[in-house]
């Protein structure tokens, strides 16, 4: 059986779940969101590509831990909280005017969450005019269990090439894009409608960029072509 190596390219699946209480808080799987009451349409759901030893897709733990498994297997490993949302903080929990609350038409209850600012917390109390707020994120101090499928392998520089554009650019068309690589340079020609309509598109051709040559050091080059196509207007 085929194990699993540090750069690896790979697909699997996973659900999330707080230790000691068992609820789910993500799932790759949109059934299982649905079951766990936490879909969101505004989710994709589906397999998620993992290049192993990348902290920035995935936690160092489970970077380590998925070493030596293999392709097809499945494993569970635990998050400790100084390693995720760390512990609780007394300096974030706050006393708010409820008059400023209700000013910015933020209905202060207990048991609520509310954003202020770019800050989302918990009221804890609402006494009189003061109103009592946890800004800790809701799974401060929670150990986080990762319950793993590992998928499949990705083999090859187109198709992991392909796999970094779906990461960075996700619900694309693949088919819709060319790319074309010479062992030096990897030249990506992006669609009309993906070169005028998205706003990050030029923070997502160097994310692209900077992923191709992390996994492939030796591709000095990547260059992007924006592809427009006009009507013949010469009949």
């Not at 494993?75 to 995720?84: A, D, G, R, S």
């Amino acid at each position: 059986m085929v194990k699993v190596k540090n750069g690896d390219f790979i697909q699997i699946s996973y659900v999330l779940t707080v230790k000691g209480t068992g609820r789910v808080i993500e799932a790759t799987d949109e059934k299982k969101a649905k079951q766990a009451n936490i879909y969101d349409e505004k989710n994709s759901y589906g397999p998620r590509l993992m290049i192993v030893g990348n902290e920035e897709m995935f936690l160092k733990r489970l970077n380590e831990t998925i070493i030596g498994k293999e392709i097809g297997s499945k494993f569970k490993v635990q998050i400790p909280p100084e390693e995720t949302f760390g512990f609780r903080d007394s300096s974030k929990i706050k006393l708010l005017g409820r008059k400023e609350l209700v000013s910015k038409n933020i209905i202060p209850e207990v048991g609520r969450q509310i954003q202020w600012g770019n800050q989302s917390g918990l009221v804890l109390s609402v006494l009189g005019g003061r109103v009592r707020v946890d800004f800790n994120h809701p799974l401060v101090g929670q150990t986080i269990i990762y319950d793993v499928k590992i998928l499949e392998k990705i083999n090859g520089i187109k198709k992991t090439n392909e796999a970094l554009i779906d990461y960075r650019m996700p619900g694309v068309d693949l088919s819709k894009f060319t790319i074309k690589d010479d062992k030096v340079s990897v030249t990506i020609t992006i669609p009309e409608e993906i070169a005028t309509k998205d706003i990050y598109i030029q923070l997502r051709k160097l994310r692209i960029a900077n992923d191709i040559n992390t996994s492939y050091p030796d591709r000095k080059e990547i260059i992007f072509v924006d592809k427009f196509t006009f009507p013949d207007k010469t009949k």
